[in-house]
Structures are given as structure tokens and as C-alpha cells.
T-cell receptor, first 112, second 113 residues
Framework: GQSLEQPSEVTAVEGAIVQINCTYQ??????LSWYQQHDGGAPTFLSY????GLEETGRFSSFLSRSDSYGYLLLQELQMKDSASYFC?????????????FGSGTRLSIRP | DVKVTQSSRYLVKRTGEKVFLECVQD?????MFWYRQDPGLGLRLIYF???????EKGDIPEGYSVSREKKERFSLILESASTNQTSMYLC????????????FGPGTRLTVL
């Protein structure tokens, strides 16, 4: 079947760098997306990789390697407000109408 | 900016009640989605719609129905609410990259007693 795997929890220190990995088993997809969700809130779109390589958006970067079936979200200069859950997601190429698959999410906790 | 709104942030209903959750988007998008989110289970697709009066079942449609009479509005209906439908319900519409990213509404936290 199709699935996305992420670590369930990651802990990091304020000001540091953290990488959240996403590995997938799905045959062909358009791109890899990342979402952030704070407790009690809705997921918000962070970044999207249509092609292999690194995409940078301020303190956040996302990477995709289709040959390795792997992607990651890199958060730099961590701030306390970055404490949230992070989800990766793909739209499988076989999908007839936009049925996106989400990973189960990684809860990022940041210590002072 | 895409705006997706949901009719209620918090809702408390009793078992057996008929429940309507409303979602409105202002970007004239054809696709709209309803998910539920539960701890440890992530986001699960209930139903989606790809045009007015067009709908398709997601992964967990049992106990739910939907209505799309106008392009901007997509309603999720719990015909007879049950306690196992207590959850966070999220509406979404496609984002900047077309169909493979999504903008979510603020969510409705439904409690069924």
C-alpha cells in the first residue's frame, strides 16, 4: 500500500537546527508537501517540493530525493513558537482526484 | 490569500442528533475536502467533492454524507451522531500548487455526548 513514515516525536533546543524525516512507499507522486499544526489549530501549508533537491523558505527548508524515497523538513534557528506537529504529504500519481496521503505527523518539542 | 471558513469552532451534540458542518471557500475552487483528525490516527479523508453536486467517498465515509449545492459551500452531515464521531473536523481546498497542496479551514471540534 501507500504510506508515509515520520518519527512520532522529536525534541530540540531553542536556537538549534532540527531535521524531520519522511520516508514513503508510494509509486509515483507529483510532489512532497509539509504542513505545520499547532495544538488546537488547523494544518497550515509550509513548503512543497515538486523536484528533487532543496527548497528554502526563510528558516525552513525542505528536501526531496525521489531515488531514495525520502524527504525532510529542516528547521533552523529554532524558536519556541516552532513547537508544533509537522506532517508530510503526497498526492499519488495514480489518484484520480486529489486524494492526498498524509503522514501521521511528528510532534516537535523545543526546550529553552 | 485563500480563505476557508467553517461554521463553528466548537460544537457539542447528543447521540442521535443530525449534525451539519459547513465549509465555505472564497477562491472558486472546484475541489473541496472533509477530513477528521484523531490522536494517533492522523488526517483521514471522509469525502471530497470535485464540482457542484459531484462527490466521492474518501477512506472513512461510513456514518457521514455530504452536500455541494453551490461551488463555494461544502457541507458534512452526520445523519445520526454517535460518540465515536467525536473528533476534529477539517475542511480543505487546493492550495498554491494546484491539487497537491491544501489550505485548511480552522477546524470544528465536535463532541458527541
Amino acid at each position: 500500500g501507500q504510506s508515509l513514515e515520520q518519527p512520532s516525536e522529536v525534541t530540540a533546543v531553542e536556537g538549534a537546527i532540527v531535521q524531520i524525516n519522511c520516508t514513503y512507499q508510494t509509486s509515483g507522486f507529483y510532489g512532497l508537501s509539509w504542513y505545520q499544526q499547532h495544538d488546537g489549530g488547523a494544518p497550515t501549508f509550509l513548503s512543497y517540493n515538486a523536484l528533487d533537491g532543496l527548497e528554502e523558505t526563510g528558516r525552513f527548508s525542505s528536501f526531496l530525493s525521489r531515488s531514495d524515497s525520502y524527504g525532510y523538513l529542516l528547521l533552523q534557528e529554532l524558536q519556541m513558537k516552532d513547537s508544533a506537529s509537522y506532517f508530510c504529504a503526497v498526492l499519488p500519481g495514480y489518484s484520480s482526484a486529489s486524494k492526498i496521503i498524509f503522514g501521521s505527523g511528528t510532534r516537535l518539542s523545543i526546550r529553552p | 490569500d485563500v480563505k476557508v471558513t467553517q461554521s463553528s469552532r466548537y460544537l457539542v451534540k447528543r447521540t442521535g442528533e443530525k449534525v451539519f458542518l459547513e465549509c465555505v471557500q472564497d477562491m472558486d475552487h472546484e475541489n473541496m475536502f472533509w477530513y477528521r483528525q484523531d490522536p494517533g490516527l492522523g488526517l483521514r479523508l471522509i469525502y471530497f467533492s470535485y464540482d457542484v453536486k459531484m462527490k466521492e467517498k474518501g477512506d472513512i465515509p461510513e456514518g457521514y454524507s455530504v452536500s455541494r449545492e453551490k461551488k463555494e459551500r461544502f457541507s458534512l452531515i452526520l445523519e445520526s451522531a454517535s460518540t465515536n464521531q467525536t473528533s476534529m473536523y477539517l475542511c480543505a481546498t487546493p492550495g498554491l500548487s494546484g491539487t497537491d497542496t491544501q489550505y485548511f479551514g480552522p477546524g470544528t471540534r465536535l463532541t458527541v455526548l
